[in-house]
């Protein structure tokens, strides 16, 4: 992936938007002969410039060590990506990542995961309960805490999400 502040206006990349969020834009594009996915971070208005620019530089090494770290792991998380090539779910947003061991943090993870899954898949319930159950599989015993604690933070959810049983083993 390729972190881009301000998309030079001089120099444009051929494009294509993919989605926009509130931290910024997405683009699949051609850079230096790559396919590539391109972020543009938004500057935050209400911010002082010179706080803005501090914010988004470190939220973009954030994104860089969780990518290195991720990485390392075995986890691929390519720097640069042509999502026309590979039918693999890679994951490639880490642009609010840390580096925490807190089951609380990660029951967050996953009910933000649950979330996105669930807003953009509907009907994908039991899929969502057998990734829960595969996480609580291969993890260890802090892998029921972070589920138990999973449970805790649906319950402080806006929105309350229907638990279908997960109907296959992983």
């Not at 925490?100 to 953009?120: C, G, I, M, N, P």
């Amino acid at each position: 992936m390729v972190a881009v502040p301000n998309l030079n206006k001089k120099r444009r990349m051929d494009r294509q938007l993919v989605t926009q969020g509130a931290e910024g834009r997405v683009y699949v594009g051609d850079w230096l002969n790559h396919s590539v996915i391109i972020k543009q971070r938004f500057s935050k208005k209400y911010r002082h410039v010179d706080l803005d620019t501090h914010i988004t530089q470190e939220r973009i090494k954030a994104e860089a060590r969780a990518l290195t770290r991720c990485r390392s792991l075995g986890i691929r998380t390519p720097a640069v990506y042509d999502p026309y090539e590979s039918s693999e779910v890679i994951l490639i947003d880490f642009g609010l990542s840390s580096v925490e061991e807190r089951a609380e943090d990660k029951a967050v993870d996953l009910y933000v995961l649950e979330r996105a899954v669930l807003s953009t898949h509907p009907n994908t319930e039991a899929f969502v309960s057998c990734c829960i159950s595969a996480y609580k599989k291969a993890g260890s015993n802090a892998a029921e805490d972070v589920v138990k604690r999973l449970d805790e933070v649906r319950t402080r959810g806006r929105k309350k999400i229907p638990q279908k049983p997960c109907t296959s083993t992983p």
